[in-house]
């Protein structure tokens, strides 16, 4: 068996904050920066946060409106739906003090072996669309 050979990061760099950015700004897609590093994409008045940790990505957002708990049971079975029948985005619901429901989506991605620009892209653009896709469900209840 053949040794494993380090890859060329030429071809695939690690992962980067900064590469998130440049990836975005490729795009012309304005950023925004929270304290803790993380970088925003504002699209259609929501902010989906990607956070970089090592070699893995996530893309993470957090539905802005709220369902009353007696929806709580149609929240759990479109959960569960979505999830047989979605790899991702991850969804979790959460209940406010006030009874309230929040719905929140993540997708992340282990870049182990370096990413290429345009699988950066990719992963970045399909995740926001999933994200929304999914929120549009929830939206729905």
Known sequence: MQPIQPRDERETPPLTVSRVR????ARQVEYLTAESGDTGI????RVYWVGVAGEVATVSSTWPGTLPV???EGLRGFIRDWHAGNYWPKLVYGINDDGSLTVSAQVSADWETGVADRQLDDMLSMSVAKIREAFRGVEEL
Not at 22 to 25: G, I, R, S, T, Y
Not at 42 to 45: C, P, S, Y
Request: hydrophobic letters at 45%; charged letters at 55%.
């Open 42 to 45: 504002r699209w259609e008045d």
């Open 70 to 72: 007696d929806k709580l």
């Open 22 to 25: 440049k990836v975005l700004a």
